[in-house]
């Protein structure tokens, strides 16, 4: 879609997301960390997956495991100047988060016109 907000998922973590951290992180997998968000904020029912190392940063917003959903995750990045790429995938996939935004670029490279 159109890029209509100046920062991806990843960079809202400094100006948008930290503001919103609710308690301490808690580990996920692959090196993930999960962070509550305040409630009342546009955010309920959603934790952060985070992968935060040097300048490698990784940000989806999950929704919290409960008995009644299948969670998924939602992550958006931008693809060039006025593009922005949302996806979702089952929060079970977190594991391969790496694997899962490869193939994903993957296939968005694959379908751009050269």
Known sequence: ??????????????????????????????????????????YDGEQLAIFAKGTEVWIARCQTPDQSTSPTCLRDIFLGNDLSLRYRFPLAMLKDWRGVEALVVEKINSMLVR
Do not use: H, N
């Open 1 to 42: 879609s159109k890029r209509v907000m100046p920062f991806d998922m990843t960079g809202r973590l400094e100006p948008i997301y930290v503001k919103l951290f609710d308690g301490q992180p808690k580990q996920g997998p692959a090196g993930l960390q999960f962070q509550t968000l305040k409630t009342g904020k546009g």
